[in-house]
């Protein structure tokens, strides 16, 4: 993606004209933004493959009101989020009935 795609979607999120914004694992390793302005809700469908990821995109609603950072994950993810919340945690959250999590920082 050429960085002017990547200016023009970001102004038509910051503008509030587009309310789905999709950032890709590979899309934040090449350019790591710092924060996206406007960004409110964010949506994890799937966890970093590198666990320095997720607190640098999960930064990405710092300034923002009221944020909320969503990560759903099934069973098969295990491995993945054992990287990010540790081994007993992770078999806690996956072989648990409850069907959320919360973690405040």
Do not use: Q
């Amino acid at each position: 993606m050429a960085k002017k795609d990547i200016f023009s979607a970001r102004r038509l999120f910051t503008e509030g004209k587009r309310k789905i914004m999709l950032c890709t694992e590979r899309a934040h390793f090449y350019h790591r933004f710092k924060n996206i302005r406007g960004v409110k809700n964010l949506i994890m469908y799937s966890h970093p493959e590198r666990k320095e990821f997720y607190p640098e995109i999960a930064n990405l609603l710092d300034g923002s009101e009221n944020p909320l950072c969503t990560a759903l994950f099934s069973r098969l993810d295990r491995s993945r989020l054992e990287r990010i919340v540790g081994t007993t945690w992770a078999n806690r959250m996956v072989f648990s009935t409850k069907p959320v999590f919360v973690f405040c920082y």
